[in-house]
């Protein structure tokens, strides 16, 4: 009697665990067929005001509309990037958490230091939405204005110029540049976003910066001049600005990509839904052309793509970063 009461309890506890197994597996369908079914957090790893919030934040406005649910764009800056990075790879995989980076806190801070994360294996990638040159500016009021100018300044006295942040791509790809001239006297000065180095630079206190253009077009001939840009050929937008390539210069980098990634076990159908609706917003005429207003050239990769590159990338960076270093 007491074998056949156990061998009944024992049933019935495979049994629950079954419907368990079960009701847990439809609701996790379940989810990713409704997605989203409330507000989505998209993390940026920067200050408010720069390039990366102002293309959140354009996105957003598309994407909320498309997949019915708000788009809330946080600003978590820090750590050449860990920080929000770090946040959003902790955070849990169901597509309301995700982050729009760039290659600086992807593929370089995570080579420089030990931060806790590897893009290619913490995070899923989604869509890259854009890849913007840089410009080198001044202070309207320095008296430069060409960019040989600012480079004689830096062989006679020391020149500070300002980035996003240390270990991010403007400083390496800066730093490296400086380097290869080898009789420069230029002292980097890290900021939180490409706003406050804008910032700092209008009210001189550096004498120069690196930013992605989006962040200085508003500024050019109203506060700053931009020396040159690091696109291979001159841009639209600004077409009486020389690139560095056609001053005779090689860079190691052309400038930043942008995209969106999610924790790593994010459903791949949710990433699936991200990636359609990003699509959407940057064939979108309304979004195309805030984008050409930035000056931010939309370079448009799907999940698998954009993965591919981010693989490619981070070890090439890991190459120069050591480089740097040694």
């Not at 597996?25 to 989505?40: F, H, L, V």
């Amino acid at each position: 009697m007491k074998v056949l009461t156990s061998l009944k309890v024992l049933a019935v506890g495979v049994l629950v665990m079954g419907m368990a197994a079960c009701s847990k597996s439809g609701s996790e369908a379940e989810s990713a067929d409704s997605y989203p079914s409330r507000a989505i957090s998209l993390t940026i790893p920067y200050a408010a005001g720069g390039s990366a919030d102002l293309q959140a934040r354009i996105i957003s406005d598309f994407v909320d509309k498309d997949l019915g649910e708000t788009v809330n764009v946080i600003s978590k800056p820090g750590g050449a990037g860990s920080t929000g990075m770090t946040a959003v790879k902790s955070a849990k995989p169901d597509g309301y958490n995700i982050i729009l980076t760039a290659v600086g806190p992807s593929t370089l801070t995570p080579n420089a230091n030990n931060v806790g994360y590897d893009v290619t294996t913490d995070f899923k990638q989604v869509s890259q939405i854009s890849e913007a040159p840089y410009g080198i500016v001044v202070n309207s009021g320095s008296g430069i204005s060409t960019l040989e100018e600012l480079l004689d300044m830096a062989r006679e006295k020391k020149v500070t110029y300002g980035t996003t942040g240390a270990g991010l791509h403007q400083h390496v790809v800066t730093a490296a540049f400086v380097k290869s001239q080898g009789d420069l006297d230029m002292e980097h000065i890290p900021f939180e976003g490409g706003a406050e180095a804008v910032t700092a630079l209008l009210g001189n206190h550096i004498n120069a910066s690196v930013n992605t253009i989006s962040e200085v077009i508003p500024h050019a001939g109203n506060g700053l001049t931009i020396l040159a840009v690091t696109s291979d050929e001159r841009l639209e937008e600004l077409p009486d600005i020389p690139t560095f390539k056609e001053l005779g210069y090689e860079l190691i980098g052309k400038g930043a990509w942008f995209g969106i990634m999610a924790p790593k076990d994010t459903p791949d159908e949710i990433v699936s839904k991200l990636d359609d609706s990003i699509k959407k917003a940057l064939e979108d005429p309304a979004v195309i052309e805030q984008f050409k207003k930035a000056g931010i050239p939309i370079a448009y990769l799907n999940a698998e793509e954009f993965t591919q590159k981010v693989i490619d990338e981070n070890e090439k960076n890991k190459e120069v970063v050591t480089s740097l270093n040694n």
